[in-house]
């Protein structure tokens, strides 16, 4: 496994410069340029314009032809520089340092804990299809699936923030207490984890069901096996390729951030800094986040494929 792993990071290296070269003419064709938004309003004369716009394309790389653009992005992402921020006027890795931390301290939680629920109103609802049980977790999982999650955080913000008063509507903890972020984490965490629970524990009991209407399913409670080993050792298992997928975009989710939610609820993630990044047309951020979540999303490919051999030894790596 290890020789197909090195492998496959091999063949990632051509996949990643042609996707950074369509993002790079992406990023380029997008309208306006943030050096006009940096220009100072009370410039009258044409040759302090251009002096000054000069100054500023030289200083955020923003000068040159296209191709010599993209030479020299590479050349400095090679050497671990990202470029400076036409927003923040710092780094774009001192920027993004804090709102990655939030993002991981945000989904973290919610990736573990909407996994166990998963699996377990998954597996219980196939082995009880039909019943209550099954028909209210099927509500709710359609309900999860088909509600923006905005409209679910806008209802969670009315009742238990304005209209209750028990939680902050959104924003950043004011300290760095246990007790201040969990008040300013639970309207959030409960958005994500909806949608993450309605999606991820239908994917389990749609498995679930497939594999206990399989011949071996039936020859094992034929033989006599206790039930709960028929259900965990032999037809979960056989459940577990398609929750792979679901499980493995988790993972990845975790560093990729939640647009919506974090826009939503005023909380500094990596989501939220890549929509304002969009607005203030903060190139090289936009460059950066991209990038970022291309590899993530390669990356996530092959933690599938990983996955993919250690539930099912059917699977062979090559």
């Known amino acids: 496994m290890l020789r197909y792993i090195i492998k496959r990071l091999i063949h990632l290296i051509p996949v990643l410069i042609v996707i950074s070269m369509v993002l790079f003419a992406f990023n380029e064709a997008m309208p306006g340029n943030p050096v006009d938004l940096l220009m100072p309003k009370n410039l009258t004369s044409e040759s302090q314009k251009a002096e000054l716009r000069a100054v500023l394309e030289e ?8 191709p010599e653009r993209y030479i020299g992005w590479i050349g400095r992402v090679l050497k671990g520089e990202l470029g400076e921020s036409t927003k923040y006027q710092r780094p774009v890795k001192d920027v993004l340092g804090t709102p990655l931390r939030n993002t991981f301290i945000l989904n973290l939680p919610i990736t573990i804990i909407s996994l166990f629920l998963s699996i377990v109103v998954g597996i219980k609802s196939a082995v009880r299809q039909g019943s209550f049980y099954d028909k209210f977790w099927q509500v709710f999982s359609l309900a999860g699936i088909s509600l923006p999650t905005f409209f679910s955080g806008m209802i969670l913000i009315f009742v238990f923030a304005l209209n209750l008063g028990w939680l902050p509507p959104g924003n950043m903890p004011v300290n760095n207490t246990v007790g201040e972020w969990a008040k300013h984490l639970v309207l959030p965490s409960i958005t994500l984890l909806i949608g993450s629970l309605a999606t991820t ?3 389990v009991r749609n498995s679930m069901i497939d594999a206990l209407s399989q011949d071996y399913v039936r020859t094992a409670r034929a033989k006599g096996l206790n039930e709960r080993k028929v259900i965990y050792s032999h037809a979960f298992r056989n459940a577990l390729i398609p929750v792979v997928t679901v499980v493995a975009w988790n993972i990845v989710g975790m560093f990729s951030g939640a647009a919506v939610t974090e826009t939503l609820f005023a909380y500094q993630g ?17 460059m950066a986040l991209n ?8 990356l996530g490919n092959l933690l599938m494929d990983i996955g993919y051999s250690l539930a099912d030894p059917r699977v062979r790596l090559e």
């Open 270 to 286: 990596i989501g939220k800094y890549f929509i304002d990044s969009i607005i203030s047309q903060d190139y090289n951020v936009i």
């Open 291 to 298: 990038m970022m979540y291309a590899i993530l999303n390669v």
């Open 59 to 66: 200083r955020y790389n923003l000068n040159g032809s296209l």
């Open 201 to 203: 524990s239908r994917y």
